[in-house]
Structure formats: C-alpha cells, structure tokens
C-alpha cells in the first residue's frame, strides 16, 4: 500500500495537472482576444470582432475553471504540507498573496466590463479593460513562477531553526532560475494558445465552415508559430544550461546519463534501469549531449552515480517527459515551418495533410505544458526546496487512509466538474463562430456564454 506521502505527491500532482491548463490556456487567449480587438479597432474588418466575441466564450470558461482549480489547490499546502507552510510560509505566503493583491484583483476589476461592457462602455474602455485582464493574466504568472523558481534555486533568505526568514525580497523574487522559467513558461503558454486556435481554425476548414474566418486564424497561428517556436527553443536550452549548473542531478536524470564522462552521447530512447543503473536497448548519438551542455565536444557532464542514491530524482519519469516535450517542440516546428512554407506559396487553404496536421497538433501545447512541468517538479526531487528541506521532511503527520479519501474525492469530482466544463468548451466550439447582435437589449446583458445555447450555424 502507498504510504501517505505518496499518496499526498499523487494527490498534488492529479490537481496542478488539471490546474495548469487552464491558467495557461487563460494567458494565452487573453493576449490573443486584445490583439484580435485591437485589429478590429485598426482595420475595422467585422472578422476580427466576430472572432473576438467566439474567443471570448472559451476565455470566459476557461477563466472560471482556471480559478476553481487555483482554489482546491491552495487547502492542501495546510492540510498535507503543512511543515512546507511552517518552514518556507514566510517566503511564499507573502510572493502567492502579492498576486492575490496586483493580477486577480486587476483581472476582477476588468474582466466583467470585458465580458458584459460591449456597447455599455465606450469602445476605448471595452479595449482598455481587455488589455488589463490579458496583463493581470501575466502579472498572475509573475508571482506563480517566481514563488516556484524560489523552491527551485532559493535566494534572499535567512535559516533560523529551521524556518526560512526573508533577508532580500529582491533576491527572492528575481531568483536565479526565475527569469529562465517565466520566459519559458509564458512563451509555453502563447504557443499552446495559438496551436489550440490553429487547430480549430484548421477544423472548420476542413469542414467547409467560416472560411474566412478560419483563414485568417489558421494564418495569424501559423506567422506566430514559425516566429515563437525558434523562441521558445532557444528558451529552453537556455533554461537548460542553467539546470546543468544548478540541478545536476535533475540534468542527469532528463538526459539518462548514469556515469559522469566527457564527451557525453546524446540518448535519443532508452529504457533507464534504477536497480541496476544503466539503460537498456539505449540509442544515442555520440558526443552530442557534451556539445549541447557544454558547448565543447569533450565537455564534462555529470552522471547520475555521482549522487548517493537517496539524493536521485524518479529516473524514468523525468526521463520520458522529457523526451515527449521535445518531441513535441519539433514537431512543433515542423508544422509551424511547413505551414508558413505554403502560406508564401499561397497553397495553405488547399493544404489538406497541413490542415489536418493542425487539428491533431491542437492539444499538443497543452501536453507539453504538463510534460515540462512534470520534468521540472519530479526532477527536483526529493528536495521540495533544492538542497535544504526534502519532500519528506514537508509532510504533514496524516495517515494515508484520510489522503487516500481524500485523492479520491479529488479525482471523482474533478472529472464530473472538469470534465462537463470540457465538453461545454467543445460544445461552444462545434457551435461555431457568429456575428455578435448590433445592439443588445436594454436590460438584458449579453452572457458571453449564452450563444451555446443556439443551433449551430454553418458557414
């Protein structure tokens, strides 16, 4: 049977899985719906408000789902990590209420003039306030990763028996790792975001719906991509060069390296092995992981048995999350290339393999938000603050029958609550995208949400 640790790192993992997209999703489409406004407001072409308004339906539902899952989230840092909150609760109590206090309150400002406002406020208000919510999302974002990154590279602080006391508030924000994650994270979150809409876009195409809109969409996603995929590579390996300093055993473990050596191969697939430690049917390329790391043919990279065993993170997982990420940023590039390659031809409306590559590709920034967090947080492990306080030494004193009870109450709800917000999100999708009324009626708020319930129109 699971011991109640376990059970509490299942438990944590299940809700930040579900947590995660939506607020990543949320950044996204928030910045997406002020450009679309703000394209609107410079052309005046009706296409950029009616997809406003239909993106404005997936935001508004994505938003609330975002802030349940925040919510049910926040309980178990008393319930069971409750010597994390007695020992790091002076640093992070204060970095997760900062954002309380800047973007949920800036978002909760704002948000309801951009969901009800249209016609009620001048035009400059409505794109005012929509700019505010898409900078709170960010803001939000801020103060997330930075208290994260703080776990991860931990700064600006003072040990006094055994509870971590602010020194530098600067250094605690801006934490070594901070600027390399956020970066990585928000441009993770826009990529997401305009694959998600591609392959929407690329969906109605190949049905034959709103041509032009869905053109227009399918292009916008595609100059994005070919621009922002090269970005986030050149992120990511920035981000990685500071893991090989930093977290070596982490690096390891992502890289399935068991010795250290120079002039270390890249592993393309491997099947690691802890007890034995060593990889099984392992291919790889030679020298290329040194190269990479290090930018030297011949430079050092450290092996996993250069840590005592207790201080290793889970090697499969991170291993294999890993490896699915990447793949996912290349084929990433792949479609983002190949789609700007037929767009300058002029052949992407009649491009039906690319078209149908971005339908399937719409979850794919999503996946690879979760499989880059998984390699970030299990890959820490088994320090939930790196170096001075272990995941075990966090727990609370529970037994694991209550957190058995409890994760599957988690689990049971989360699929019933998330899973009808899902099928809704869909619902409002297959629904297609529609002219907003030219003027509601007096006393009747437009709900951003209310247009699912019409017969779907085809285009």
């Known amino acids: 049977m699971l011991d109640a640790l376990m059970l509490s790192r299942i438990q944590f993992g299940f809700v930040v899985s579900f947590h995660i997209l939506f607020p990543a999703l949320t950044i996204g489409l928030a910045c997406w719906l002020a450009f679309l406004q703000a ?75 951009m969901l009800f406002g249209w016609r009620r406020v001048s035009p400059r208000l409505h794109f005012f306030s929509t700019c505010m919510v898409a ?11 930075s208290a994260n990154s703080w776990m ?33 994270m928000v441009l993770a979150a826009f990529l997401a975001t305009a694959f998600f809409v591609g392959g929407v876009s690329a ?11 869905s053109l227009r969409m399918l292009k916008l996603a595609t100059a994005f991509t070919a621009l922002v995929v090269p970005a986030q590579i050149v992120a990511g390996d920035l981000h990685g060069l500071f893991v090989v300093e930093h977290q070596p055993a982490k690096l390891a473990a992502m890289e399935g390296h068991w010795e250290t ?15 034995a430690e060593e990889n099984h049917y392992e291919v790889a390329i030679p020298k290329l992981a040194s190269l990479i790391l290090k930018h030297d043919l011949d ?43 037929a767009a300058w031809r002029g052949r992407l409306e009649r491009a039906t ?64 609550v998330f899973g009808a917000g899902i099928w809704y999100m869909l619902r409002l999708i297959r629904g297609g995208i529609r002219r907003p009324a030219p003027e509601a009626p007096r006393g009747a708020p437009g709900r951003p949400l209310s247009a699912s319930n019409d017969t779907p129109e085809e285009g």
């Open 299 to 341: 430079g050092e990279v450290t092996g996993l048995k250069a840590f005592a065993p207790e201080d290793r993170p889970p090697v499969q997982p991170v291993f294999w999350s890993f490896r699915i990420m990447v793949a996912l940023g290349v084929l990433m590039l792949v479609v983002a290339w190949g789609s700007a390659w």
């Open 135 to 145: 900078l709170g999302t960010l803001i939000s974002a801020f103060w997330i990763l």
């Open 261 to 275: 050596q120079r002039g270390a191969p890249l592993v393309l697939a491997a099947w690691p092995d802890e007890k």
């Open 39 to 113: 394209a609107y407001f410079r052309t005046r072409e009706q296409v950029y408000l009616d997809l406003y308004f239909f993106w404005l339906k997936i935001f508004a539902l994505s938003f609330g789902m975002g802030v349940v899952s925040g919510i049910v989230m926040s309980f178990q840092f008393g319930t069971n990590w409750s010597r994390l909150t007695d020992a790091a609760g002076n640093i992070l109590g204060p970095l997760l209420s900062y954002e309380v206090l800047t973007a949920f309150f800036l978002e909760a400002t704002f948000l309801g003039v």
């Open 203 to 213: 969906w109605y195409l190949r049905r034959g719906r709103h041509r032009e809109e």
């Open 152 to 184: 991860h590279s931990p700064a600006g602080y003072a040990l006094e028996d055994g509870v971590f006391m602010p020194v530098d508030w600067f250094e605690i924000v801006f934490n070594p790792s901070f600027p390399y994650r956020f970066v990585h």
């Open 353 to 416: 393999r690319l078209q149908r590559a971005w339908v399937l590709m719409a979850p794919s920034g999503l996946v690879a938000i979760l499989m880059g967090w998984y390699t970030t947080e299990i890959g820490r492990q088994p320090w939930v603050i790196q170096g001075l306080l272990r995941t075990s030494d966090a727990h609370s004193a529970i037994d694991p029958v209550s957190v058995a009870v409890s994760l599957t109450v988690f689990v049971l709800v989360y699929f019933v």
